[in-house]
Nanobody
Framework: QVQLVESGGGLVQTGGSLRLSCATS????????MAWFRQVQGKEREFVAA????????DYADFVKGRFTISRDNAKTTVYLQMNSLQPEDTAVYFC???????????????WGQGTQVTVSS
């Protein structure tokens, strides 16, 4: 059974930091590209960041470059998203996803977590 479980979300003040984790099971984790997406109520799910199988290549949405960092620990089969300098517009449900290769398109990912809420207050 494939499972992706996000954690680390919560309420943070503008300018603060959070680290999201996505623990996986049932995957050949080292053969999967991993990604983070986020979604605001009434809006389309949008790409945040992706990381290649080995972790050697990363990709970021323009609106998070310089603030967010994606990383992975293949031994722990876990992917992380370090979020710094958080702004109110970062408020969303954050999802992790696994796929055969990195993509900005949600449909290219095979497995998804349930999401974790991040709320940034001013």
């Amino acid at each position: 059974q494939v499972q992706l479980v996000e954690s680390g979300g919560g309420l943070v003040q503008t300018g603060g930091s959070l680290r999201l984790s996505c623990a996986t099971s049932g995957l050949t984790f080292s053969l999967k590209a991993m990604a983070w997406f986020r979604q605001v109520q009434g809006k389309e799910r949008e790409f945040v960041a992706a990381i290649s199988r080995s972790g050697s290549n990363t990709d970021y949405a323009d609106f998070v470059k310089g603030r967010f960092t994606i990383s992975r620990d293949n031994a722990k089969t876990t992917v992380y998203l370090q979020m710094n300098s958080l702004q109110p517009e970062d408020t969303a449900v954050y999802f992790c996803a696994a796929g055969g290769w990195s993509s900005v398109l949600p449909r290219q990912y095979d497995y998804w977590g349930q999401g974790t809420q991040v709320t940034v207050s001013s």
